[in-house]
């Protein structure tokens, strides 16, 4: 099994809502990635979790919550969202943080936040 | 700011022909470089990387790193309309192990039959 899969692949939510993405790698990865893709432009890192512990947040407002509940899952819990935040949010993962031999990412969950 | 530069484009080859495509990057302490293809509304999909100076093949594609002058480029031979797509450069953050990658902004390319 080499992929990384995300679910759901579409989500549409309202500015109070309350919902999560999800992220699952069966690799045996030890680090996996949250980015952050705007129509048209690169995609931007998030966050970065090593051995299930949070490594890198760049300076994510705190209305997006990450959680590695084992080495296998990755979740991103949203909460009040802006309709700036719509979105592509793509998960990755590799064997270690930083071994630099790239890595392949799920096929993200498009986000509309209305 | 580290950054990694890209023609925008559209570059636009017909069937057939090699598409070039060129990336700068700034960080000087990078040491992995790599090209991801991107269809429109779908993930970024890993085709290529490359670590040491030279060219690395693999099939039609070829990677090419000059690490004097912070050059990355990457060449398609025998372009096809399955190719059109953006093409984002992608350089590792070269400031401990952090494994964050810094993209590009993509190259458009355009394979007309």
């Known amino acids: 099994d080499t992929e990384v899969t995300q679910t759901p692949k579409h989500l549409v939510m309202g500015m109070t809502n309350k919902k999560s993405l999800k992220c699952e790698q069966h690799?045996?990865?030890?680090?996996m990635y949250w980015y952050k893709q705007k129509a048209k432009k690169p995609p931007e890192l998030m966050f970065v979790?090593?051995?299930?512990?949070?490594?890198i947040n760049e300076s994510v407002p705190s209305r997006f919550s990450p959680e590695c509940p084992n080495s296998s899952l990755l979740n991103l819990h949203l909460h009040a969202l802006q309709p700036e935040d719509s979105a592509l949010y793509l998960c990755a993962s590799s064997r270690e943080q930083g071994d630099n031999y790239g890595y392949t990412f799920g096929s993200g969950t498009r986000l509309t936040v209305v | 700011q580290k950054e990694v530069e890209q023609n925008s484009g559209p570059l636009s080859v017909p069937e057939g022909a090699i598409a070039s495509l060129n990336c700068t990057y700034s960080d000087r302490v990078s040491q992995s470089f790599f090209w991801y293809r991107q269809y429109s509304g779908k993930s970024p999909e890993l085709i290529m990387s490359?670590?040491?100076?030279g060219d690395k093949e693999d099939g039609r594609f070829t990677a090419q790193l000059n690490k004097a002058s912070q050059y990355v480029s990457l060449l398609i031979r025998d372009s096809q309309p399955s190719d059109s797509a953006t093409y984002l450069c992608?350089?590792?953050?070269?400031?401990?192990?952090?494994?964050?990658?810094?993209f590009g902004q993509g190259t458009t390319l355009q394979v007309k039959p």
């Open positions: 690799m045996g990865h030890r680090a």
């Open positions: 992608a350089v590792n953050d070269g400031s401990g192990n952090t494994g964050k990658l810094i």
């Open positions: 979790y090593s051995y299930e512990k949070l490594s």
């Open positions: 490359i670590y040491s100076n």
